[in-house]
């Protein structure tokens, strides 16, 4: 009977479990041999039967209390949940240097502008002619040139406090997040020559202009007109910048050389490297023919690489000497057409970076208040303080005719009195 009383379920009522009382047991014959179990299973039997009644009365005062309408105290959570829910998560770090970013703005990293062309860099212009192009939010960020991506390179964009390094990954990647792909349209051999072309471009007709530009330092200065002042932010004058410019490229032009051998131009003599140039310039004008961009009427990738690097040669100084500018001027007007429309369709603001050397002058200023509008401003509130004077004078000048007329009126009507 301990047994069943043990078993009694917790949700039974309190009656039904007063009405379950255990029976007494049976007084057993005095046997000796068993004399010494009895008084050892008496106590279990009790126990049990104690224990089980004091699990009906907690059970009934748990019924009675709900009946009068108390709630049963809950059991408390479990040490370990009571610690997890207590710990608040950590606060989300991004290794970005612009960490007050805006969600799903793109942040540019690039060289500084220059009076002749947005970017001395044509991977830096390829990405921001791309961007331009599909339409996608940007900002560049003026970092005076001071920071560079975790592979070393310029440019570098952050997105959601994530970097994205070298300009064919950073299209790549954006093309594919934001369905932005130019070369949709293109057939399978279309997309072939355009990447055989871009190949040519960046790993070929580059580093024809690089070996120029490392060998001719002071010439890059003067035929981008650089003021390294305003690229750099530093307050020494220009003369002096440009004098350790030539000194630190000139340190640079050691290891210039050295990747310009290992790339392989660099073992060749000028003359040599001047007419591979000039073989490519000659592929690309035959490649695009009369067509307004290479592959039709509206421009792909390949137009916007040709663009960035055409605009390196295009836009150098007429004051500086450059043979290969020269050939591309004379020999390939039809290159030239198509810098001058993807410069149109692109950049309707060139002249605007170019002169004040903006990197934002895409995204639209408040306009500042200017000093005729605040001494107009200034002018009508004076007009206004002048106007309410003039009522006020008005008024005290018709209120002292009235109190002339009635003072004129009284002394009438004592005259007639008298």
């Keep these: 009977m301990a047994s069943e009383v043990a078993q009694i379920p917790a949700e039974e009522t309190p009656a039904v479990a007063a009405a379950e009382k255990p029976e007494e047991p049976e007084k057993p014959a005095a046997q000796p041999a068993d004399s010494a179990a009895a008084p050892a299973a008496a106590p279990a039997v009790e126990k049990a039967s104690e224990d089980g009644e004091a699990d009906k009365k907690d059970e009934a005062g748990k019924q009675e209390k709900q009946q009068d309408g108390e709630e049963p105290k809950k059991e408390e959570p479990a040490a370990a949940a009571v610690a997890a829910k207590s710990e608040a998560s950590p606060a989300q770090k991004f290794n970005v240097h612009k960490t007050n970013f805006e969600k799903d703005i793109i942040y540019l990293y690039q060289f500084s502008r ?209 043979p290969l500018r020269d050939y591309m001027t004379e020999k390939c007007p039809n290159l030239i057409g198509h810098v001058s429309r993807m410069k149109d369709k692109c950049f309707p603001d060139w002249d605007e970076i170019c002169t004040k050397l903006d990197l934002n002058a895409h995204i639209p200023k408040p306009e500042p208040e200017t000093k005729e509008g605040k001494e107009g401003g200034e002018q009508e509130k004076s007009n206004e303080q002048e106007g309410t004077e003039g009522d006020k004078i008005e008024k005290e000048l018709e209120k002292d005719k009235s109190n002339e007329k009635e003072s004129t009126e009284e002394n009438k009507e004592k005259e007639e009195t008298k």
């Design 114 to 322: 220059t009076p002749l062309l947005p970017s001395l860099s044509p991977y830096c212009l390829k990405v921001e002619t791309w961007l331009r192009l599909v339409g996608l939010k940007y900002e560049n960020v003026d970092h005076k040139m001071r920071f560079r991506s975790k592979k070393g390179q310029l440019p570098f964009i952050e997105l959601n406090g994530e970097e994205i390094a070298d300009s064919a990954i950073i299209i790549k990647e954006l093309s594919s997040k934001y369905e932005k792909n130019l070369d949709s349209g293109l057939t399978a051999e279309q997309r072939n020559v355009s990447y055989a072309t871009i190949a040519m471009l960046e790993n070929h007709l580059i580093w024809i202009i690089f070996y120029w530009r490392a060998k001719y330092p002071d010439n890059v200065l003067k035929g981008y007109k650089v003021n390294l002042q305003h690229a750099l932010g530093l307050r020494l004058p220009n003369s002096i910048l440009n004098f350790f410019f030539k000194i630190t490229f000139g340190r640079k032009w050691f290891q210039g050389t050295k990747k310009l051998k290992a790339h392989g131009i660099g073992v060749h003599s000028a003359e040599e490297i001047e007419e591979f140039g000039k073989n490519d310039l000659k592929v690309l004008s035959e490649m695009l023919d009369c067509k307004p961009f290479f592959f039709g009427d509206e421009p792909t990738t390949l137009d916007v690489v040709a663009f960035a690097v055409l605009s390196q040669l295009h836009y150098l100084s007429k004051d500086i000497a450059y």
